[in-house]
Nanobody
Framework: QVQLVESGGGLVQAGGSLRLSCAASGRIAVVDTMAWYRQAPGKQRELVAI???????NYADSVKDRFTISRDNAKNTVHLQMNSLKPEDTSVYYC???????????????WGQGTQVTVSS
């Protein structure tokens, strides 16, 4: 089994910055992709940013040029640097990983418990 633990959420004023981190632990052979999603009250969960094992990245249009996703493959961690935060970025942010428990097994999807990010105007 694989566990994802997020940290770094909190309250920040508009224009400020936060850095989210997520560490994967457990029976891990390979972590293929790592990503951040977010879900605001009454809205669907949406992809914020994703990074592959070779560090290719993709971002939601709403966060491009403001957020940066990075990962440390040796530590199975992923980070989300969030700059120029806006009130509309307020959400619960979830870490997501596709991981394999052995090299030859298929990837499975895992989720963290979520961390609240609140941006005040």
């Amino acid at each position: 089994q694989v566990q994802l633990v997020e940290s770094g959420g909190g309250l920040v004023q508009a224009g400020g910055s936060l850095r989210l981190s997520c560490a994967a632990s457990g029976r891990i052979a390979v972590v293929d992709t790592m990503a951040w999603y977010r879900q605001a009250p009454g809205k669907q969960r949406e992809l914020v940013a994703i990074i592959t094992i070779d560090s290719s990245t993709n971002y939601a249009d709403s966060v491009k040029d403001r957020f940066t996703i990075s990962r440390d493959n040796a530590k199975n961690t992923v980070h989300l640097q969030m700059n120029s935060l806006k009130p509309e970025d307020t959400s619960v942010y979830y870490c997501n990983a596709r991981a394999r428990t052995s090299v030859f097994s298929r990837s499975e999807v895992y989720w963290g418990q979520g961390t609240q990010v609140t941006v005040s105007s």
